[in-house]
């Protein structure tokens, strides 16, 4: 399998990134709940992405919940030194698998801790803060409390670096008052393009934006126009789904999560498609039709 792109990298959290990562979410069972149907191929993924040349991990110790996390290490530790884990706090499961805020001081704490135990790390290296107004799209309200609370626990050699999940525009600026933040992961897509504003603004302050949902998540994008495309030049409409996205602009990392070896070459050789103006005009539209 050929490696990822090593001269597409970005830099993030003090140190370069390549721009095509992995996420682990769907490493967990049915849902993000449980534990996977098969702990072997699970622990070959993660392995492989790592041979494969991706440095850069999401998870969160709620996936699971514990079981991404626990899984991560099973496989991967002791851990490469170039290897960056991003994980986020500000929810946890319920007994029936619901995603529930768990957004005061002491449970982004708590969070903390649980992803320290299952990672087995003395330090974390990236924390997003899970914003909970809207489970399902970002909403206004202040994230003050929350982004201090990570910023005292930065402060007591916890975390290394600070980010946002599920965030606006005015909270990024909010939390840049209180601490750096190094990264926003947020719902977009070819066809969810909620955020083209925002990508441009953390673009300009070198901000990595980390589009959670990449390929559409629980349901996959689906377009016509976009699969007719991808057979033009001999891809898949996922590869050229994320192909768009590295082109969309260059502080965009990417995460695809996948339990599947065969998806994960797929999505990494995304990594070497290069789409021309006019496939970019033409997959741009297809945005504009599901905006």
Not at 4 to 22: E, H, I, K, L, N
Request: with cysteine; hydrophobic share 40%.
């Amino acid at each position: 399998m050929p490696n990822s792109d090593t001269t597409d990298t970005f830099a993030f959290a003090g140190r370069p990134v390549r721009r095509m990562g992995y996420g682990a979410m769907q490493l967990a069972g049915p849902g993000v709940f449980g534990p996977p149907k098969d702990r072997d191929a699970a622990i070959a993924v993660l392995r492989e992405a790592v041979a494969a040349g991706v440095n850069h991990i999401d998870t969160s110790d709620f996936y699971g919940p514990h079981i991404t996390n626990q899984l991560i290490r099973e496989a991967l530790h002791p851990y490469p030194d170039d290897l960056v884990i991003v994980t986020k706090v500000g929810a946890v499961r319920g007994s029936d698998g619901a995603w529930l805020p768990a957004q005061e001081p002491e449970d982004l704490e708590r969070g903390v801790h649980d992803n320290l135990r299952n990672l087995g790390l003395d330090a974390l290296e990236v924390v997003n803060m899970r914003i909970m107004g809207d489970v399902h799209a970002p909403s206004e309200g202040s994230i003050e409390k929350q982004v201090a609370a990570l910023a005292e626990l930065q402060q007591r050699g916890l975390i290394r670096h600070i980010g946002l999940s599920n965030a606006t525009s005015r909270q990024v600026d909010e939390a840049q008052r209180i601490a750096k933040i190094v990264c926003v992961q947020n719902h977009y897509n070819l066809v969810h393009r909620a955020d083209d504003v925002l990508i441009d603004e953390l673009a300009g302050k070198g901000i990595a934006y980390v589009p959670f949902f990449p390929l559409g998540g629980f349901t996959p994008i689906q377009s016509s126009a976009l699969t007719d495309i991808a057979r033009t030049i001999g891809a898949t409409p996922m590869q050229v789904a994320l192909a768009w996205l590295l082109q969309r602009a260059p502080n965009i990392l990417l995460i695809p999560g996948t339990s599947s070896t065969r998806h994960l070459r797929e999505n990494l050789q995304a990594t070497h498609l290069n789409l021309t103006g006019e496939l970019l005009a033409k997959l741009d539209a297809i945005g504009r039709d599901n905006g």
